[in-house]
């Protein structure tokens, strides 16, 4: 489960096994699972004012900060110090962040604890 620091609910990382690399169960991510509405799917409303919607929203609510839909907008991939590569690119843990061009900051809730094997 992921949080955005300008969502208001959690929501899921999808993660597509095309690297073929399972994390003890469900398809471990990397830093390219970045992409809006296929990884990164809404957090129920966004309370940005970055965003052009909520600004509007909130300009016709006489300021009165008003969320609206979260559309999550990531163009840039995941920002990971993990030394585990997965598919060539580095994994996302619990100190991962992907950022928002509308100013939110996502980052997982909890990683499965899973045992890498160096070989």
Same mark, same amino acid.
Not at 3 to 23: D, E, F
Not at 38 to 44: A, L, R
Not at 76 to 85: D, E, F, G, N
């Given at each position: /489960?992921?949080?955005?620091? /300008?969502?208001?609910?959690?929501?899921?990382?999808? %993660? @597509?096994?095309?690297?073929?690399?399972?994390?003890?169960?469900? +398809?471990?991510?990397? $830093? @390219?699972?970045?992409?809006? /509405?296929?990884?990164?799917?809404?957090?129920? @409303?966004?309370?940005?004012?970055?965003? +052009?919607? %909520?600004?509007?929203?909130?300009?016709?609510? @006489?300021?009165?900060?008003?969320?609206?839909?979260?559309? +999550?907008?990531? +163009?840039?991939?995941?920002?990971?110090?993990?030394?585990?590569? &997965? *598919? *060539?690119?580095?994994? &996302?843990?619990?100190?991962?962040?992907?950022?928002? $061009?509308?100013? *939110?900051? &996502?980052?997982? /809730?909890?990683?499965?604890?899973?045992?890498?094997?160096?070989?």
């Amino acid at each position: /489960m992921l949080k955005c620091s /300008m969502g208001l609910t959690p929501s899921p990382l999808n %993660v @597509l096994p095309i690297n073929r690399v399972m994390a003890q169960g469900p +398809p471990a991510g990397n $830093i @390219l699972d970045n992409k809006p /509405m296929v990884n990164i799917v809404p957090f129920g @409303l966004c309370r940005s004012v970055a965003n +052009p919607v %909520v600004a509007s929203a909130t300009a016709a609510a @006489l300021g009165v900060l008003t969320p609206m839909p979260c559309v +999550p907008a990531t +163009p840039a991939p995941w920002i990971s110090t993990s030394r585990v590569l &997965i *598919g *060539g690119s580095p994994m &996302i843990t619990k100190s991962s962040k992907c950022l928002c $061009i509308w100013g *939110g900051q &996502i980052s997982p /809730m909890a990683t499965p604890a899973v045992t890498v094997k160096v070989g």
